[in-house]
């Protein structure tokens, strides 16, 4: 099987595993997906709910997967224009945020971390944006160690779990963070 082919399926069966154990989509639900290239979890969503609205978000470009449920924004989801690009394509709030953005891993500890600490923070910005009330989120952490600080920055959410996947690679501290907004005034 060809390299990109091979990513579709991790990422495929990553998302699969995750609505299997927690249950994270509905039917008719309004997703907005950050980090979506090459697209296994778009193709995961579109296939599995027939009736079902997606937005997704990412520097490399994809392919739209569906004429009339799927919209695809390439961008940077630090760009200043991801606000009104995607109110351009639907002005309400969504029913989940989902994100597998994934920054280049330089292997220099310290960089790779902060990296990732500012992608956390823009997520919970865009979040208060884009998400519902009493609406779930979920995203991508590459280790360990952010617990406590991903608890402050996301402290108008009311449940918190940390995901460990059994579909990963060996060895690697990938995690999902899988967030409960609370009912806010
Ligand atoms: C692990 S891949 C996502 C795989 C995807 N979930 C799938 O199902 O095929 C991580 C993605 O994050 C994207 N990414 C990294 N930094 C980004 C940023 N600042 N803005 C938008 N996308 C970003 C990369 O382009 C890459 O496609």
Do not use: A
């Not at 995961?44 to 994809?62: A, H, P, Q, T, W």
């Not at 989902?98 to 992608?119: A, E, H, M």
């Not at 940390?162 to 963070?177: A, N, W």
């Amino acid at each position: 099987m060809k390299k990109k082919k091979n990513t579709v399926c991790k990422s495929f069966f990553k998302i699969k595993e995750i609505n299997d154990k927690e249950r994270i989509f509905k039917v008719g639900y309004k997703i907005l997906e950050f980090g979506s290239f090459p697209g296994g979890w778009s193709k995961y969503i579109l296939d599995k709910y027939k009736k079902i609205f997606l937005v997704s978000v990412d520097l490399k470009k994809s392919k739209k997967l569906d004429k009339k449920r799927h919209f695809f924004i390439k961008l940077n989801i630090f760009d200043k224009k991801i606000i009104n690009k995607i109110k351009n394509i639907y002005k309400k709030k969504f029913d989940i945020i989902i994100s597998d953005v994934c920054p280049n891993i330089t292997g220099i500890k310290l960089f790779d971390k902060q990296n990732f600490i500012s992608i956390i923070k823009r997520l919970h910005f865009l979040s208060v944006f884009f998400l519902k009330k009493k609406k779930n989120m979920i995203f991508k952490i590459l280790s360990e160690g952010f617990e406590k600080k991903i608890r402050n920055i996301f402290c108008n959410f009311e449940k918190i779990k940390f995901l460990r996947l059994k579909f990963k690679k060996k060895r690697s501290s990938e995690m999902f963070v899988y967030l409960k907004k609370k009912n806010e005034l």
